[in-house]
């Protein structure tokens, strides 16, 4: 377990160096010159890093979890099939329609506007459980030290 502390230390220190380094050759060329080639740059990075995250969460999170308890890995099942239904949901529920006059701009597809309404939907699928979870964790604390 030690060598994979050393291991993740050294791979997390390349990635931190590698973003020091996009962010000031940013600087430097400055962000807007090259057609904002900078932020395009940083954006993909950024997207490299989140991948890098999810795929270690998952990975190492699957490992743990079928050497600890082998039947958590059928929760994790039925919690992904809810996750990809909450999805599909969304993606139905979102219209796909263009609502502004776009001027002197690239009109977006449909297919980008489906995407884009339908992760709008999943923002506020989120924000909405948010709140119910708030509401029902302080009902169920509350019940709880009355007894």
């Known amino acids: 377990m030690k060598n994979y502390n050393k291991i993740f230390k050294i791979v997390m220190w390349v990635l931190v160096a590698i973003s020091v380094v996009l962010l000031v050759w940013g600087f430097l060329t400055g962000f807007e010159a090259n057609d904002g080639r900078g932020v395009e740059v940083l954006l993909y990075w950024a997207y490299i890093i989140l991948a890098i995250a999810i795929l270690a969460v998952v990975i190492f999170g699957l490992i743990i979890s079928a050497k600890n308890d082998p039947k958590s890995l059928v929760r994790l099942g039925i919690g992904l099939a809810a996750i990809a239904v909450v999805c599909f949901i ?27 309404d339908t992760i709008l939907n999943l923002t506020y699928f989120a924000g909405a459980l ?17 007894k």
């Open 90 to 116: 969304a993606y139905l529920l979102a219209p796909g329609n263009m609502p502004l006059q776009w001027t002197n701009a690239k009109l977006p597809s449909a297919g980008e506007l489906k995407l884009t």
């Open 130 to 146: 948010s709140i119910l979870a708030i509401i029902v964790g302080e009902i169920v604390m509350a019940i709880r030290n009355k």
